[in-house]
Each structure stands twice: as structure tokens, then as C-alpha cells.
């Protein structure tokens, strides 16, 4: 996973991105960049304005939310904010000279970090239930055939008996999300003081998917997971794993809620009386209903992860709507 993701000619170095095989929140509409932006500027409030403003885009694909929010935000919180997008690919041709381009998030830093569809390409291993009843790594080829191999011991067993235990029979499968609970935990551990936000497709230990979800995508086409560079491999993120203290889990359609995008219809008086406005307003909630719909994107889990920060405010429900 990690060499066809991320190797030579793997997939998230692949010129045309990801935004070339799929659409996510950042592509379905500015909306989303915009409430990025409410959200940073309300973990600046909360912090009490200080001099300098970090906003940290983990796995920013082509930089476009980092892009995004800053064009989103207002002048006097734009002048101390320093963005920063975190990616393994080359810094793309023509993006705002603002965005700093780094491999490894920064360290020391005091803002927001935002992780959106980040964890669930850190690479992890998948353990399967065997006939003979142990449960055991599934080996992957080139090609994409699998085959079991060794005995899931250590650490690795220890995550899977807490946080995804498997029944006795055969053919089960668990994604081991060890890895991506201290790729979150080292990425958290960035910040001296803010607001870590992690956001992507997501269950929880009363919920796990019984055979696991690892998947391929390619030009908008689920495919079989071959780990040859051509398409992303993904699978759901175990975010109640990664949770540290203090964290708070929902789903993105409160979230988005909370920020102020509801996808409700603009009143038809405004038809009559600014007809290129309502048309407007009616785009806006067609792609906020998207954003927010059950069973879609509105469904993806948001984890929030407060240090050294009262989440009370920041993430508390808009009022007047």
C-alpha cells in the first residue's frame, strides 16, 4: 500500500492528482473551503488572536482547500495566517506563493490542522480469520491476488482484540488502524496550542464492517485494490481509535451545520424580487445539500481534537438560520 500510494509512480504522485479519480468535499463545492475558514477563524478567536495563525492541510492533494481558505477568509485574519499544505507529491505549477509545501507538517505551530480524506491512505495491514481459526496477515501480489500468511501477534493484536474483534468465523476480515492512530497521534502532537480536525469515511467499534473495506478507486470507478499505482487503495478509518482525550466525534453533516451550511431552499420571494440572486442561492444549496446529505457526504466522520483548547465555541451550533 505504502509503495503504490506513495512510491515511484505511485498514485497520489501521479501528475493529474486526485481530484483526476474522484471527487471529494473540497471538489463538490467552495462551501466547504469557506467553512474551513469559519472554523479557523473561530479556533482564532479561541485562542485569543494570536500574532501568527497556522493553517496545516494534511494530504492536500493540489493544495486546493489550503487555496480555498485562505481566499475565504477575512483580510485582518488572512495577514497573520500562514498555510501550510502537507503532501508527498511535487508543489503544483501557479499555486498561491502564501502556501508553504512541505512533506511533514510543521512542528510548533498554533492554529488549525485539518486532515480531510488524509487517514484513510496511511497505509495499514489487513488481518483475516483462518480456517484453522487463527487470525492472520493477508498477504497482497502485484496483481492484486491475495494469500494468507503469518499469525497477527504483538501490538497489532493487542489494537484488533480492543478495537476491532473478530468472530470465529472464517473469512472475516479487520484493517489494522494501528498505523493511523499514531500518524494522528504524531500529527496532533504538532500543534503547541489549536484545533487537529480529522474528516473522512468512517466506523465505530459497534459498527465495524464484518469483511473490512479496503477498495480501489480510479477515474471515478470503484476497482479491485491492486497495489500497482494506477488507482488510490483506501479503506475507512477506525476514527474512535484515534480519538485521544478531550476528542469529540460527528458526523459531517452536524459539523457543517454547526459552521453555518444547511442546504435548505431560498425563500421564493427572493425569485420575484432578485431572480439572479435566487438562482444563486439555489446552486449554493443544492451543493450544501450535497455536502450534508445522509447516506453521501454528510455522513463522513469528523474528528475533533482540542490541545490545550476549549471546544465549547468552536464548534458550537449557528444560531439565527
Known sequence: MESALYGPGGFYRRPEGPAGHFRTSVHASPLFADAVARLLC???TALGHPGE????????????????????LPGEVAA???????ERAERPEGLDDRIRWRATPPAGVTGLLFANEWLDNVPLD???RAPDGALRRVLVH?????ELGGPVEGPDAAWLARWWPLGAEPGL?????????????AAVATLTRGLAVAVDYAHTREARPPFGTLAGFRAGRAEPPVPDGSRDVTA????DACALPGARLCTQRAALHALGVHGGRPPRTLASGDPAAYVRALA????????????GLGDFGWLAQPVRLDLTDVLAPVTGL
Open 236 to 239: 475507512h478509518v477506525a476514527l
Open 42 to 44: 473561530r479556533v482564532d
Open 142 to 146: 502485484a496483481d492484486g491476488t491475495e
Open 53 to 72: 495563525l497556522a493553517f496545516v492541510d494534511m494530504g492536500a492533494g493540489r493544495g486546493e482547500l489550503t487555496a480555498g481558505v485562505l481566499a475565504a
Open 173 to 185: 476480515r479487520a484493517e489494522i488502524g494501528r498505523p493511523r492512530d499514531e500518524a494522528w497521534a
Open 284 to 295: 449554493r444549496a443544492g451543493e450544501a445539500a450535497e455536502l450534508t446529505a445522509p447516506g
Open 80 to 86: 497573520r495566517a500562514r498555510a501550510y499544505a502537507v
Open 126 to 128: 489487513v488481518a483475516e
